[in-house]
């Protein structure tokens, strides 16, 4: 049996989780407000694009997103509806699904992508030395690396 963390632990958890909520709330308002574009819309955006070739399986997609598994279909549909994305059968599995970014997502992505980046200098990086921006990715490395629920594709190596 593992050792119960200390107070200390604990705290630094809670400022972690309160961070990640708080940075992702004040990322997702500057994106609506000004993109019209929500955060959770533009992080599927960005995943179908980095994908390289601008789809992804949704079981796939599901994993590399930070929004919810039970809620993806939902925000696909409505992703669908405004234009934004489309499904696609796959080809070598009937019962596979991809989405794909269509011409319209990838210029909302383009048009949100300078409002999430300051957002991120702004609310993240402005606040942390370069030292501390290190330190704190090669820590956040090992807890996704030591995690079995991360997909190896999502965990980039320690430089």
Same mark, same amino acid.
């Given at each position: ?26 990322l997702?308002?500057? #994106?609506v @407000?000004?993109?019209?574009?929500? &955060?959770p819309?533009y992080?599927? /955006?960005?995943? $179908?694009?980095?994908?390289? *070739?601008?789809?992804l399986? #949704?079981? @796939?997609?599901?994993?590399?997103? &930070?929004?919810?598994?039970?809620? /993806?279909?939902? $925000?696909?549909d409505?992703m *669908?509806?405004a234009g934004l994305v ?21 210029r909302?992505?383009?048009r ?8 991120i ?8 030395s370069a030292d501390e921006?290190?330190l704190?990715?090669e820590?956040m ?11 190896e594709s999502r965990?980039?190596a320690?430089?």
């Amino acid at each position: 049996m593992t050792q119960r963390p200390d107070s200390a632990q604990l705290e630094t958890f809670g400022r972690f989780l309160r961070a990640h909520q708080q940075v992702s709330e004040l990322l997702n308002k500057s #994106l609506v @407000e000004e993109r019209g574009l929500s &955060l959770p819309w533009y992080d599927v /955006l960005l995943q $179908l694009s980095a994908s390289g *070739e601008d789809r992804l399986r #949704l079981q @796939e997609l599901a994993d590399r997103v &930070l929004y919810s598994r039970s809620g /993806l279909t939902r $925000l696909i549909d409505r992703m *669908e509806s405004a234009g934004l994305v489309s499904r696609e059968p796959c080809e070598d599995d009937r019962r596979g699904t991809y989405a794909v970014l269509t011409a319209e997502g990838k210029r909302a992505l383009r048009r949100a992508a300078p409002t999430h980046l300051r957002g991120i200098e702004e609310h993240f990086f402005s606040k942390l030395s370069a030292d501390e921006i290190k330190l704190l990715g090669e820590a956040m490395t090992k807890v996704l690396q030591g995690t079995a629920c991360v997909s190896e594709s999502r965990v980039p190596a320690a430089r």
